[in-house]
């Protein structure tokens, strides 16, 4: 077990009223919360858990989501290890500004950022193709997930994903600082000298 325990920060990032609030506080504290007003700036909850014997503390940072605050959201990316790309299934124009808030996200993150793309309000009606979010996810290296903050469907099981891509990525960088690296010394090399040109002799008469 790793006794130090493993600190990683997640964003979650989309429009408006998509829930994303409401994912956060449904995974922290296992309620529905329908915010009586949309977030400023950002907010974050803290959820410890234990994957495969390691303790992870999750620092979950929940955006805004109104274009007021979008310059200001980037702020809250840096250092950011996994983002949770969340757009409402009953309005297709929040899965379609998924790109706009995924292209922000990569200015601040490094390229190995671990990536879900949520569907939330699952248990409502809705005529949206689930089918293009999943070829979205896969285009971009996501994962793509239902949810249901109201009814709790799919939200311990897609941060579970989440948590579990954010070990991956910790084992993989300890991992490569541990793997000793190829000598570069100098004195490794063996360089070929060619030998001096022979100097033609010039014939002396009488000599």
Not at 175 to 199: E, F, G, M, N, W
Request: proline share 5%; glycine share 6%; hydrophobic share 35%.
């Amino acid at each position: 077990m790793d006794e130090m325990g493993i600190d990683r920060k997640i964003v979650i990032l989309g429009c408006t009223d998509t829930g994303k609030t409401s994912l956060t506080i449904r995974y922290c504290h296992n309620n529905f919360a329908t915010p009586t007003a949309a977030t400023i700036g950002a907010s974050f909850l803290q959820k410890r858990v234990l994957l495969d014997r390691h303790k992870m503390t999750l620092q979950i940072w929940d955006t805004a989501g109104q274009e007021r605050f979008k310059s200001m959201a980037s702020m809250y990316y840096r250092n950011a290890k996994a983002a949770i790309l969340v757009f409402d299934v009953t309005k297709q124009d929040t899965f379609d500004k998924v790109k706009e808030w995924l292209s922000e996200l990569r200015k601040h993150v490094d390229n190995d950022i671990v990536l879900a793309l949520v569907g939330n309000k699952c248990d409502l009606p809705t005529d949206f193709n689930f089918s293009l979010a999943e070829a979205y996810a896969k285009e971009i290296g996501a994962t793509a997930h239902r949810t249901s903050a109201q009814s709790g469907q799919g939200v311990t099981e897609m941060f579970e994903t989440v948590s579990r891509g954010l070990l991956n990525q910790y084992l993989d960088h300890e991992q490569q600082a541990t793997t000793p690296q190829p000598r570069t010394d100098p004195l490794d090399k063996i360089s070929v000298v060619p030998p001096p040109p022979k100097t033609k002799q010039r014939s002396c008469p009488g000599c």
